[in-house]
């Protein structure tokens, strides 16, 4: 399946001039920030291969971001911390999130479109489509933006927290990742309240075998 300017022609032909498509990345993870892309496209010009980042292979989504970002009226990432996952849970993490990505577009927004069933974006005019990421080639180039910079910030974070895999795992459940917990517990920017935590060897955030390596947190 290719996406399509399909509901974004609907949506200009409507009326609407602005028209951002929206996607998230990291909602899965252990560790690390949720970010949420945003990306207004041209009615003009095209660049092809763009597709739900989840099926593309890193070099090539490295590929697609530099041209994406050439090809783009604007694009933006907005992130929410491991910290506000823990406090706000991950519902208003991703609406904080998508706010922060759709406010740095400095953009006069008239319609959002939002990959999945959830509607989540309640502030503006907003259309939820399942499997948005697949069809809708906004929402498939937020994909691949988010994706890149996450990816990019976890690399980073991978030289503060070593034993963690960071740089492979990019904060997701993997075999190195779980090793390290087991061994040195959570690090700074690991999610507290996720259910991982229960299913290892160690209770409470104080008991730990090792010092857990210590970094720099990441910013909203």
């Known amino acids: 399946m290719v996406p399509s300017l399909r509901v974004e022609q609907g949506c200009w032909d409507g009326g609407d001039e602005v028209v951002v498509g929206v996607d998230e990345v990291g909602r899965g993870a252990w560790a690390g920030p949720l970010t949420v892309g945003a990306v207004v496209l041209p009615r003009s010009g095209r ?3 763009i597709r739900d980042s989840k099926l593309l292979t890193p070099a090539r989504r490295v590929q697609l971001f530099g041209r994406i970002d050439e090809w783009a009226s604007g694009w933006a990432v907005g992130h ?10 991950m519902s208003e993490a991703q609406r904080l999130a998508t706010r922060r990505a759709i406010d740095a577009l400095d953009l006069p927004v008239d319609r959002v479109l939002v990959d999945g069933s959830w509607n989540f974006v309640d502030w503006l005019p907003s259309l939820a ?10 929402i498939a180039a937020a994909s691949v933006m988010a994706k ?4 990019d910030l976890m690399v980073e974070a991978s030289e503060h927290y070593r034993p963690y895999g960071f740089d492979a795992n990019k904060g997701y459940p993997a075999p190195q ?3 390290a917990l087991t061994g040195y517990g959570p690090s700074a920017i690991h999610r507290r309240s996720w259910a991982f ?6 209770t409470g955030l104080q ?7 210590q970094g720099q947190l990441f910013a909203a």
Do not use: F, M, Q
């Open 80 to 89: 929410a911390s491991e910290t506000e996952c823990d406090e706000l849970g």
């Open 47 to 49: 660049v092809n291969g």
């Open 207 to 213: 008991r730990r075998s090792r010092p857990a390596p």
């Open 197 to 202: 935590r229960d299913a290892l060897p160690w």
């Open 177 to 179: 990742h779980r090793i």
């Open 129 to 138: 489509i399942v499997k948005g990421d697949r069809t809708c080639l906004s």
């Open 148 to 151: 890149v910079v996450r990816d």
